[in-house]
């Protein structure tokens, strides 16, 4: 009881900036998505009322749909969102369900690791080369690095999952 | 090299364990990889897929067709139609599954994929059929099977692919989606009435209101008519394109939900958020399945597929219902999009020696890749559907399919039959 | 025994895959005597710009892309991308494979990988769906879609506004109006199936601009080979290789015209006036490729003589 009580300080104070990193990543993750739906708005609005439509749209939306999907991975995992097929695991005792549980999560930790190590290294070769989207010369490697770094916190997450379970 | 086979085993099995489906396809697909490529190229190939499929323009119109969903149904829009459908249709058995069917088909025009449609149709029609007591299984099946229509009625996203792939010209294709398309509206209408004949508890009568009451309801539907006319308009009048048309609707949306007040900060970031982690959902899924893609790809399963159609000496319509029957078998497992890219390489020039029209056999490639998408184990609509639907179990919402998964058998009997049904309009246009 | 698997991005019937890698595959095998087989895979494994960086790490044997997909990495390969080098793929090929060869490739830009060969496509042209351009004051304001590298520059001095979509949309942007036009080959235009979209083609003496393509192979692969298959593929490959593509571009090229022009274009080749027009507009347009040179340490100027003197060459 005692050591519980002893640990509790600590555990409320990781869990707060656990709670205010995922909330600040939720919120980056919707201004992402509102921020592509301007992209396209402002490029077609551009297009035809000012006969110029916003360079590098295209180039934009894709930089932003990659951001996207990544910032809403930590969360998403955290809260065993994953598209899961339940078809047996609804039906089988508690205490297997749990196993299969602990080992889905540890799956997806590992697929998750691997992920963000590939991207990582795609972000460090991007950077070496200097690559950068065609038109607007966005660098590539930096964009790469951010997903790499949300994919592990991702995996964080599942293994957050995996010991609380 | 037959690594393929044991490769869908252990998916089948990995999944069914519960294992998150988007994690299953690249763990396996990561480790046939390395199996038959070695470590560093499997590899390679599994970081280069992520990062390739986080970027791509084609595919950012799947979050934008989720966020004008979650708007429409937060402005309040949503809630409307239903009203004006009920209106309409309510008073008939399964009236607002009926109405569904009607409004997928209607979305699919404005919206080149099924995952969207059935996310958005999903948040738009799935509160109100749960409202009115319809059986989930009913409700969550006419809009997964609904769906679908996305890729068939144009837009499209995978006739387009397809277009590119087989150089058919892309405009003709999609001609060639509309009846098919209005056919499997149609298709699922019955399915409907079938259920709710032997089922009347599954999809209940509402009360028949006067047409003065009808016509009044449809003043609700005027705010959604104008963001589909937008969207629509736009497409087919040439101002913007089938993917700028995801952003321009998103933004009608928006822009309609906050002249009717209903986006405070909170809810407007809550619908941002949902969407976002929609997003991630389906995206985690398409990453995964595209690197399982690229193994059974590199593990030489089409090309096993293909020397089987080809070296099997049968005459031509009974290669052709077995290749349709191979694409039935795949869509179980594969992702559409990755089963259109993998096999559509193969087998069109199998069907093009063979004397077949190439358009006709695009349709038929796109209503097999519809059926995909909702039958088990592999069936994504069904798992968008799941996002929405939280509660009911995966095995609910693939029972509901049945009766619609018939229909869309029947569809495809039909179109390979007769195949005037599909070419007699782009034939017409010249 | 060995088999190569080339990764593939087009649809067989694309001339790259149906005149270049398949006959070049075939040539293999007769030069080693069936010691090495050539199979090109039938879906793609990577988009066309992580082509280079998947052979490099072995994902598949050999592979083929765009120089200017990856712009930042590869700076000495606008050199055959400007105006006016030559009618002919072929010339153009050949004359670009033996720069390469002996001057471009001291600089190491394809490192990591055996390069089989470099090649161009046939001279870029504008193509256009409502109005002919014959002036350079017609092509300003113009929305057309185009690649990135050199030829967005050169759009970007005629005045044009660039969209940018990717190729399977070329049909829907210029159908619906999205775009004014398109600056590609001819080849490209009926593969695009745009033909029935388009209404009236600017061909340039030389080609408006060009694009570098590379075919490589992995380099664990390549030393896994013995010398005198080695030998055997280096003989099909290199010139051979940039001629047998240029050759393949130039076919194509004059089958999309045919295709054009029984589609009913209206192509016209720009006139004296407009192609001095055009020279003064795109006048240093090589300075970017001068000036990588020089920090490469490659005499620029004197990699343009020797390819314009090849080109000649070539063109006899
Ligand atoms: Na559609
Ligand atoms: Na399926």
New interface residues.
Partial sequence: MSESNNARPAETATGRAGRAFLGGLRIIAGLLILIMMAVTFVDVIGRYVFSSPLPGAFELTEVLLGLVIFAGLPLVTLREEHVTVDLVTSRVPNFIRQWLLKFAHVVTAAVLIVLAWRLGIIARDLSAYGDATVFLRLPLGPVAGIMAALCAFGAAASLVVFFRR | METWLPGLVILLI???????????M??IG?LGLTAI??F?????????????T???????VV??FV?MGNLVTRGGLSDELYAACNAWLGHKPGGLALATAVACGGFSAVCGSSLATAATMGKVALPQMRRFKYDDSLASGVIAAGGTLGILIPPSVIL??Y?????????RLFIAGVVPGILGILGYMAAVRVVCHFHPEAGPRGPKLPYGERFAALKGVIGILGLFMLVIGG??????????A???G??GA?FIALFRRKLSVKI??D???E???T???M???L??ALIF??FV??AGL??ALSDLARSSGLPAPAILATILVVYLVLGMVLESLSMV??TV??FA?VMAALGYDLVWFGILVVVVTEISLIT??VGLNV?VL??VL?DV???TI?RGIFPFLAADIVRLVLIAAFPAIVLFLPRAMG | ETTLRVSNWLPPSHPIVRDILEPWGKQVEEATGGNVKVEIMSSPIGKPPAQFDLIKSGAADVGYGVHGYTPGRFKLTPIVEGPFLSDSAEALSVAYWKVHEQMLSKADEHQGVKVLTVFTHGPGAIFTTSKPVKTVADANGLKMRIGGGVVAQIAERLGMVGVQAPSPQVYEILSNGVADGILFPAESVPFFRIDEVLKYGTTVPGGLYNTSFFVVMNEGTWNGLSDKDKAAIDKVSGEAMARLAGQAWDAADAAGTKIMAEKGLEITQADDAMTAELAEKLEGINQGFLDAAKAAGIDGEAALEMLQGEIAAQSK
């Fill in positions: 990995v999944m069914m364990a519960g294992v998150p489906i988007a994690m299953a690249a763990a990561a490529l070695g560093g190229p499997a590899m390679a190939i599994v970081g280069q897929t992520t990062f390739d986080g970027m791509s323009y084609t595919l950012s979050p934008l966020l387009v692919l277009g590119v792939t087989t150089q058919q010209d892309i405009a497409i087919y009048l040439g101002v913007f394109t089938a993917t700028e995801a952003g321009i998103a933004a928006f407007l970031i619908v941002l958020a969407t976002a982690a997003t991630t959902m995206f985690m899924v990453i995964g893609s690229n790809n590199i089409p090309s890219l993998l390489p193969i020039p088990p184990p798992f799941k996002t939280p179990p995966i095995g693939f």
